[in-house]
């Protein structure tokens, strides 16, 4: 890795859109006798219902699922207080959680591979959702962009082959590769923009 892409990765984890605040929550439960895994980004209810209404107009076969923040948070806290987050009481009145993606089975497994990854950057311990109870962890902008394209990518996948592949992949992107896919694959007007990806790093449609 260059120097100028590692000083970028430094930068792009401690900031973001909303500064310090956390954007995103990773949540581990169990359903069904099944670990699952799912990732919200946060955003201001406006926003978040904005972004429906878009997806609704444009792309009909793709929907903007919408959660209240206590039912992406695995117990009674606010983002704030969950870890990952810094010691800033941030006001999460009129906030609220838009689903990315839920893995679960070889999909889950693979992606621990990027979380705990991504997690040692933050200086975070992946075992709080990766094993364990059920857990929810904050997340900054940068880490839940990264972990939002390969949530996205991989959740229609099945071969583990390749699901190791898109973890893999992405785990070697910089984050400004990142940001692009990320904004490829939230846009309404984009709708192959996650298929372009997995044909990139897995050869798979």
């Given at each position: 890795?260059?120097?100028?892409?590692?000083?970028?990765?430094?930068?792009?984890?401690?900031?973001?859109?909303?500064?310090n605040?956390?954007?995103?929550?990773?949540?581990?439960?169990?359903?069904?006798?099944?670990?699952?895994?799912?990732?919200?980004?946060?955003?201001?209810?406006?926003?978040?219902?904005?972004?429906?209404?878009?997806?609704?107009?444009?792309?009909?076969?793709?929907?903007?699922?919408?959660?209240?923040?206590?039912?992406?948070?695995?117990?009674?806290?606010?983002?704030?207080?969950?870890?990952?987050?810094?010691d800033?009481?941030?006001?999460?009145?009129?906030?609220?959680?838009?689903?990315?993606?839920?893995?679960?089975?070889?999909?889950?497994?693979?992606?621990?591979?990027?979380?705990?990854?991504?997690?040692?950057?933050?200086?975070?311990?992946?075992?709080?959702?990766?094993?364990?109870?059920?857990?929810?962890?904050?997340?900054?902008?940068?880490?839940?962009?990264?972990?939002?394209?390969?949530?996205?990518?991989?959740?229609?996948?099945?071969?583990?082959?390749?699901?190791?592949?898109?973890?893999?992949?992405?785990?070697?992107?910089?984050l400004?590769?990142?940001?692009?896919?990320?904004?490829?694959?939230?846009?309404?007007?984009?709708?192959?923009?996650?298929?372009?990806?997995?044909?990139?790093?897995?050869?798979?449609?």
């Amino acid at each position: 890795m260059s120097q100028g892409i590692a000083e970028g990765n430094s930068f792009a984890f401690t900031t973001g859109a909303y500064g310090n605040r956390p954007t995103f929550v990773l949540t581990r439960e169990r359903v069904d006798d099944q670990h699952e895994i799912t990732l919200y980004e946060l955003a201001p209810r406006d926003i978040a219902t904005a972004r429906r209404k878009r997806f609704e107009r444009v792309q009909k076969a793709v929907s903007v699922s919408v959660r209240e923040l206590e039912e992406a948070i695995i117990g009674d806290r606010s983002p704030s207080e969950l870890p990952g987050a810094d010691d800033a009481a941030y006001d999460w009145d009129d906030w609220c959680a838009i689903r990315i993606a839920t893995l679960r089975g070889g999909a889950f497994n693979e992606v621990s591979f990027l979380i705990e990854s991504t997690f040692r950057e933050l200086s975070l311990d992946p075992e709080t959702v990766c094993t364990g109870d059920p857990a929810s962890v904050s997340l900054p902008e940068a880490a839940g962009v990264r972990l939002s394209i390969a949530f996205r990518a991989m959740k229609p996948m099945r071969r583990r082959d390749r699901l190791r592949e898109v973890a893999k992949g992405i785990d070697q992107m910089s984050l400004g590769e990142c940001y692009y896919w990320h904004a490829k694959a939230r846009s309404p007007s984009s709708p192959s923009g996650t298929k372009a990806l997995r044909v990139l790093l897995a050869d798979h449609i």
